[in-house]
């Protein structure tokens, strides 16, 4: 059974840090693409960050280029970001999600996702 | 903002036939990539229902089926019933955008 689980999500001030976590298991973690997907209060879905499974192709969301970095532990089937100058409309439920890509199918997309952990910027 | 608009809100009764919505432009759909769709249950993580436009993951019911033509997709859910109450979303790939996927604005369904 394939298992993500996120942490690292909790309270941040304006302009803060925080790294988030997704441990991966189920499946071989180092053949397969990550991305994170975060949920605003009440609002829609919105693609964060993508990595490749050798970590040499890494995709950002226009609104948080430049402030996030994702990044992956292969040894510890574990999917990271890191998030920098954090503002207030970064708060959100974070999830991790693995992505797929399957013979005949154009676009991607993600057959599992974690349970999500919730950031909230504020001071 | 998105660039995929999906209706905020469609309903029907049980055993009704509702359809949703996915409206891009031409670096999306209509650029002839995939649509996928998800649906999202109140309070939970989001969950892969159809892809490829109309391939269902196991476990998934038939009543879920999915089409796409010229710049917009839809996913036709046939003999609503109750669980069915829930959030979905379309999702492709914007030839636009950075990070070329993206997702659609979310549709919630309700059941009468």
């Known amino acids: 059974e394939i298992q993500l689980l996120e942490s690292g999500g909790g309270l941040v001030q304006p302009g803060g840090s925080r790294r988030l976590s997704c441990a991966a298991s189920?499946?071989?973690?180092?053949?397969?693409?990550m991305s994170w997907v975060r949920q605003t209060p009440g609002k829609g879905l919105e693609w964060v960050a993508g990595i490749n499974g050798n970590s040499v192709i890494r995709n950002y969301a226009d609104s948080v280029k430049g402030r996030f970095t994702v990044s992956r532990d292969n040894s510890k089937n574990t999917l990271f970001l890191q998030m920098n100058s954090l503002r207030a409309d970064d708060t959100a439920v974070y999830y991790c999600?693995?992505?797929?890509?399957?013979?005949?199918?154009?676009?991607?997309?993600?057959?599992?996702w974690g349970q999500g952990t919730r950031v909230t910027v504020s001071s | 903002q998105s660039v995929l608009t999906q209706p905020p809100s469609v309903s029907g009764a049980p055993g009704q036939r509702v359809t949703i919505s996915c409206t891009g432009s031409?670096?999306?759909?209509?650029?002839?990539?995939?649509v996928h769709w998800y649906q999202q249950l109140p309070d939970k993580a989001p969950k892969l229902l159809l892809y490829?436009?109309?391939n269902r993951p196991s476990g998934v019911p038939d009543r879920f089926s999915g089409s796409k033509s010229g710049t917009s997709a839809s996913l036709d859910i046939s003999g609503l019933q109750v669980e069915d109450e829930a959030d979905y979303y379309c999702q492709s790939y914007d030839n636009s955008l950075s990070g070329f996927s993206v997702f659609g604005t979310g549709t919630k369904v309700t059941v009468l």
């Open positions: 189920g499946f071989t973690f180092s053949n397969q693409g």
């Open positions: 031409s670096s999306n759909i209509g650029a002839g990539y995939d």
């Open positions: 490829g436009n109309n």
């Open positions: 999600a693995r992505r797929v890509t399957v013979f005949g199918v154009l676009t991607p997309f993600f057959d599992d």
